[in-house]
């Protein structure tokens, strides 16, 4: 009875442990991890090869809120296969319960779109491996179900964006598409993008923009910028 009680609490302490080991941070490398899914096995991130790359946690198949996020995905995701993205949804349910839940959800017609495909895979985590490797279980929360997470990984498999919201709440699929699109326009320019940016607005500038020989030499460079304050530098893009 002893040695069956010491695995219990050896087993737990070593469930604790993990749980609490650091997640992955921004500008780290994203952890690979094999899996099944919808669409075969996947190794995550490695199988999307050179494209931006999403992880997308969720609680528990064939709930309300999580229905409403995937069939907003499914409705994005030419959109986001434009930008050069792919994405992949995890939970802690089995792939087969992944498929019972996808062929439902390609049956609906949410707000009137009509039916969408769902082509991204959906990769099964019931050993909570990749849960635990990504920090997707909040203790407080839930040991069993994810909280509802969101890392965006750039070509080179390195972390550059990093969300968690709670279970309640649904996920602004919209916003997400605006911060990878912020992310390839500030890598791109190298340049930073201000609060509440959308695709065409001003850019800030890392550094002074132009010296007085650059501007002597082209006096026009004064009308491709303005300055707020001492430090904000702004690209006019309009």
Same mark, same amino acid.
């Given at each position: 009875?002893?040695?069956?009680? %010491? !695995? ?7 469930? $604790?442990? /993990?749980? &609490?080991?650091?997640?992955?941070? +921004?500008?780290?490398q994203?952890?690979?991890?094999t ?6 096995e ?13 992880l ?6 064939f ?6 996020? %995937? !069939?907003?995905?499914?409705?994005l995701q030419?959109? $986001?296969? /434009?930008? &050069?993205?792919q994405?992949?949804? +995890? ?23 009509g ?16 849960s ?19 890392y965006i990984?750039?070509?080179?498999n ?6 968690f919201?709670?279970v ?16 390839q ?12 940016w ?6 800030l ?33 309009k």
């Amino acid at each position: 009875m002893r040695i069956y009680t %010491l !695995l219990i609490v050896i087993f737990f302490v070593g469930t $604790l442990h /993990s749980q &609490n080991k650091q997640i992955p941070l +921004i500008g780290s490398q994203a952890p690979s991890f094999t899996t099944q899914s919808t669409n075969g096995e996947f190794t995550f991130p490695n199988d999307f090869e050179k494209s931006w790359k999403i992880l997308f946690s969720h609680p528990k198949d064939f709930t309300p809120v999580c229905s409403s996020e %995937l !069939l907003e995905l499914a409705y994005l995701q030419n959109d $986001l296969k /434009s930008l &050069n993205v792919q994405f992949a949804v +995890i939970s802690t349910d089995n792939v087969s319960q992944h498929n019972m839940w996808k062929a439902h959800l390609e049956e609906l017609d949410y707000k009137g779109r009509g039916q969408q495909q769902i082509l991204f895979p959906i990769l099964e985590d019931s050993n909570k491996k990749a849960s635990i490797l990504y920090g997707m279980l909040h203790a407080p929360t839930s040991t069993s179900h994810d909280i509802r997470g969101v890392y965006i990984i750039d070509p080179n498999n390195i972390v550059r964006s990093i969300n968690f919201y709670p279970v309640e709440i649904g996920r602004n699929i919209l916003e997400i598409e605006r911060t990878i699109v912020a992310l390839q326009t500030a890598d791109e320019r190298k340049m930073l993008t201000p609060a509440n940016w959308e695709k065409g607005d001003d850019l800030l500038m890392m550094h002074y923009p132009y010296t007085k020989e650059e501007l002597a030499n082209n006096p026009e460079l004064e009308l491709e910028y303005y300055q707020v304050g001492d430090r904000m530098w702004f690209k006019k893009e309009k």
